[in-house]
């Protein structure tokens, strides 16, 4: 026919009308499902009407089925020159797999991270252990032994627990109650330490009595600490898999995660200052560069080469700067530490200000830790257990579970991944505490938790790979392993921590304040939640700290619980948003949880490149491996609260009527689907 317009599933090629318009022509169309015979399934249309940019390319279904495959295949394999889609966007995430050489060097970097934070652990309990001062061995023995425990933990953790890139370490909610143990009369230090006295401890029966005389009394308080720690973590244990803890989140909304979150790096703040108040200028100039290399150079790449057989050498440009900005900033600032401790620059005198910048006051700690040594549970003897030391230990035991599951949020948001559901919190939680027997078995002195700077870490790097973690924790157990090679990283001076805590604790900071999106900051009644949750959360703790003894229950036990769970400002805070924003009146869109839930639900704003439905992200993320396809086989499995097949509206207690209704219809459904039949 003249004029006929053509569509070839092929290519588009349209001849040149000859009839004038307003006459009908023919348009043949190809049906992707089944091949029509030539002259059927045409239909006429007005060609002064036809819009030709409609008119696309037949694309094969199966085709883009490939397409899907590959893409999927390739994911974790992005070029290292890459642009992130925007300042948002993350370099490497949850799912993906950075090539070995990145993954050992990202691992690293959160292994300098945490590393401040877990030394402090055995260093603080030193004194009240009584280790002598001089003693470093024992001191880098529990510095080994913390950093093996806790690359066990974040390999557990990231496996089979809440499988979010969390870094476990030594937890400080345990050190306050274990200090208020030691102090108790029967623990204290003797004032005769050369005799080695101590009452229930016998010098003539102890294996280590020989080998270090006069100090081996820290034996029988350590022994103390394991017995309390692992028998108080059962509790942990108990309320993550038995689903306690996952209840209590029905009821948790921005309200409460964003005073938990915030102030889980706002209390921190004295940490920073007082490791930064040794020489602030090296403080400034770690803050400087980390500063410049994540944020004002982050998009400058190195240019290098990449050999590719059958192409020869490839240009490429290596995101140096926005992968490794901690570990340039603790390098460079480092050196010029060490330039100045060689020019004497710094004073000599200890008590002098600044002298703490120097590189050369923690060189015997090098010279007297062993080269190889492998802990093991029981290394330090029998753990011993009493009452008062158990309830001690439990109050760190609840407030370490409140900072887990603010870490938890604030590690999927960084992450950009949808927060974790119920089944993931209750595993992580129960993980936590069998990471806590363990590092209790082995005799570390503390407790694991899961680590906010390194939370922090990944807004500042966009690298949230659960591989890069794995690697660190593998790295952390080599480390542990080889005493030399942690004694090194011991000498970094305290300035240069200080300016790392102070922008990963401000990071931790910001991003609880972001959950505040989601509520209306122009009602009172969220105003007047914010404002007294954060303030009341930094005054008491403060007061509580300044005025020990304070609480008098009439029974020292709990005196220990309620003491710990007030000096904990993320809890006072928690507690207290949480119970103001279930109590005040307020609607569901007022309080920000229609937003929250729709966040719970929908793919995360901040990742606007993926494509995925929700539920698909969260199976990718948060389910087991390899055994979740067995267990959705069974129905009973969703009644397991730690289990990816846990149904999260058992835990409602407006869905029994729901559930009812609904079976009630499918029974009816079924019963006019039989009717039906049998009249045909």
């Not at 006929?4 to 009908?24: L, R, T, Y």
């Not at 993906?96 to 691992?107: A, K, M, Q, T, V």
């Not at 993550?240 to 803890?245: C, D, E, K, L, R």
């Not at 300016?499 to 990071?507: K, R, S, T």
């Amino acid at each position: 026919m003249a004029g006929k317009k053509v569509v070839d599933f092929s290519a588009i090629h349209i001849q040149p009308p000859e009839a004038p318009p307003g006459e009908s022509h023919v348009v043949s169309y190809y049906n992707a499902s089944a091949v029509p015979p030539p002259g059927e399934y045409s239909r006429t249309i007005d060609t002064e009407h036809i819009d030709e940019e409609e008119v696309t390319p037949f694309k094969d279904p199966g085709e883009e089925q490939q397409m899907a495959k590959k893409k999927k295949r390739r994911r974790g394999k992005r070029k290292l020159g890459e642009e992130p889609v925007s300042d948002q966007q993350l370099q490497y995430s949850v799912q993906d797999n950075p090539p070995w050489y990145l993954s050992i060097l990202l691992g690293f970097q959160h292994y300098l991270i945490m590393f401040g934070a877990t030394v402090a652990n055995p260093l603080t309990l030193a004194k009240y252990l009584c280790i002598e001062e001089q003693n470093s061995v024992v001191k880098s023995e529990l510095i080994g032994t913390i950093f093996f425990v806790s690359g066990i933990c974040t390999l557990l953790q990231t496996a089979i627990g809440v499988r979010l890139p969390v870094i476990q370490g030594g937890t400080f909610t345990f050190v306050t109650p274990s200090v208020a143990i030691l102090d108790l009369d029967k623990w204290k230090c003797p004032t005769n330490r050369s005799s080695g006295a101590d009452a229930g401890y016998n010098l003539t029966t102890d294996a280590y009595a020989n080998d270090l005389p006069g100090d081996d009394i820290w034996l029988s308080r350590i022994r103390e600490l394991q017995g309390a720690i692992m028998v108080a973590s059962i509790v942990q244990v108990l309320i993550g898999f038995t689903g306690i803890m996952g209840l209590m989140l029905r009821f948790i909304g921005p309200l409460t995660i964003a005073p938990t979150i915030a102030l889980a790096g706002l209390a921190l703040f004295n940490t920073a200052a007082d490791k930064a108040a040794n020489q602030w200028w090296i403080t400034l100039v770690t803050i400087v560069f980390i500063a410049a290399f994540s944020q004002y150079t982050k998009n400058i790449n190195i240019p290098c080469f990449r050999f590719k057989r059958g192409v020869g050498f490839i240009k490429e440009g290596f995101p140096l700067f926005r992968l490794f900005p901690v570990i340039l900033a603790i390098s460079i600032t480092w050196a010029i530490c060490g330039i100045l401790t060689v020019t004497h620059v710094f004073p000599s005198n200890p008590a002098a200000w600044g002298s703490k910048a120097a590189t050369n006051l923690r060189l015997d700690v090098m010279e007297q830790a062993p080269w190889f040594r492998i802990p093991y549970p029981g290394q330090w003897g029998v753990p011993t257990v009493s009452a008062a030391s158990v309830f001690g230990i439990l109050s760190g035991v609840l407030a370490n579970m409140v900072e887990s599951v603010g870490d938890y949020y604030a590690c999927a948001r960084m992450s950009q991944v949808p927060p974790p559901p119920t089944h993931a919190v209750n595993r992580g939680i129960g993980i936590t505490g069998i990471g806590c027997i363990i590092a209790g078995a082995f005799g570390s002195g503390s407790g694991t938790t899961s680590y906010s700077e390194n939370i922090g870490a990944i807004g500042i790097t966009k690298v949230a790979s659960r591989r890069v973690i794995q690697v660190g924790a593998v790295i952390m157990m080599i480390f542990g392993v080889f005493g030399k090679f942690g004694a090194l990283f011991v000498t970094i001076p305290d300035p240069i921590i200080g300016g790392v805590f102070i922008v990963m604790f401000g990071m931790i900071v910001a991003v609880g304040l972001s959950n505040l999106q989601f509520v209306d900051l122009n009602s009172s009644r969220n105003l007047f939640i914010i404002g007294f949750s954060f303030f009341f959360g930094l005054t008491l703790p403060q007061y509580i700290v300044k005025n020990p003894g304070v609480i008098k229950t009439g029974s020292d036990a709990f005196d220990q619980i309620f003491t710990i769970l007030l000096q904990t400002n993320m809890f006072v805070g928690g507690l207290a948003g949480f119970i103001l924003d279930n109590t005040i009146p307020g609607t569901d869109q007022e309080r920000g949880l229609i937003k929250w839930r729709q966040m719970l639900h929908d793919v995360t704003p901040m990742d606007t490149s993926s494509q995925e439905s929700h539920e698909e992200r969260v199976k990718a993320i948060y389910d087991l491996p390899l055994i979740t396809p067995f267990l959705r086989r069974h129905r009973w499995m969703r009644f397991v609260p730690f289990l990816p097949t846990f149904d999260e509206n058992l835990l409602s207690f407006d869905r029994c009527g729901k559930r009812h209704k609904y079976k009630m219809r499918r029974h009816g459904q079924e019963n006019e689907g039989k009717r039906q039949s049998l009249t045909k």
